[in-house]
């Protein structure tokens, strides 16, 4: 079975750590995203990276940084945490082998800034 | 301008019924991909289905099927037979040019169903 894990669940931080997000996949996909979804906003794109040690700023990259040194994982780094920052963070990876290519998403990772 | 919408930030519909989820898009390119996730409560996002912008059948999958009307730039998602298992959020996706490497999608900001019995 596919599969896209999150190191966490729910995580509670305090404004100005340093937040470290960690994704893994075992489908050997070459593509991996992070999201975060915020109510009445949807899925809006932080990062992602289509092959290990690249990564493309996607819309909303401010106040994130990412690192990609294996395939299988893609971590998201919030440099120094901000109340604003809090939200759902959703991992994803796609393969590159059919015409969907669709994207596998980890459970999530609800992240609280105080 | 938004690239995906969904108007209908939530629908109601009882058990056994037929519901029209509304998906309308924004693009310039010829090849793109259309998808449809769903995220229960339990916030994780499942794939249901997938439309190519060439793709000449609507797409199907059990009791989903994609309503896909290219010149009106719609993808809606039918869903036949209602469960109360179908209550969630529902995305419409899209993926603009042919799939390549790292293309990301766009999301909409989601329709909630809720199915009563």
């Known amino acids: 079975d596919v599969k896209v894990t999150q190191s966490s669940r729910y995580l509670v931080k305090r404004t100005g750590e340093k937040v470290f997000l960690e994704c893994v996949q075992d489908?050997?996909?070459?593509?991996m995203f992070w999201y975060r979804q915020d109510p009445g906003l949807g899925l809006r794109l932080i990062y992602f990276?289509?092959?290990?040690?690249?990564?493309e700023k996607g819309d909303i990259p401010e106040g994130y940084s990412v690192s990609r040194e294996k395939k299988e994982r893609f971590s998201l780094i919030l440099e120094s945490a901000s109340t604003n920052q809090t939200s759902m963070y959703l991992c994803a990876s796609s393969g590159t082998s059919s015409q969907k290519n669709e994207q596998f998403f980890g459970p999530g990772t609800r992240l609280t800034v105080l | 301008a938004q690239k995906i919408t969904q108007t209908q930030p939530g629908m109601f519909v009882q058990e056994k019924e037929a519901v029209t989820l509304d998906c309308t898009y924004d693009?310039?390119?010829?090849?793109?991909?259309l998808f449809w996730y769903k995220q229960p409560s339990s916030g994780e996002m499942i794939f249901l289905i997938y439309?190519?912008?060439?793709?000449?059948q609507n797409a199907t999958e059990g009791r989903y099927s994609l309503n896909f009307q290219k010149a009106r730039k719609s993808a809606n998602l039918v869903i036949s037979a209602s469960q109360l298992g179908d209550s969630a959020m529902y995305f419409c996706?899209?993926?603009?040019?042919?799939?390549?490497?790292?293309?990301?999608?766009?999301f909409g900001k989601g329709t909630t169903l809720s199915v009563s019995s």
């Open positions: 693009t310039s390119d010829q090849s793109y991909g």
């Open positions: 990276s289509y092959d290990v040690k690249m990564k």
């Open positions: 996706a899209m993926r603009e040019g042919p799939d390549q490497a790292g293309t990301a999608l766009i």
């Open positions: 489908m050997d996909h070459e593509n």
């Open positions: 439309q190519g912008s060439y793709d000449e």
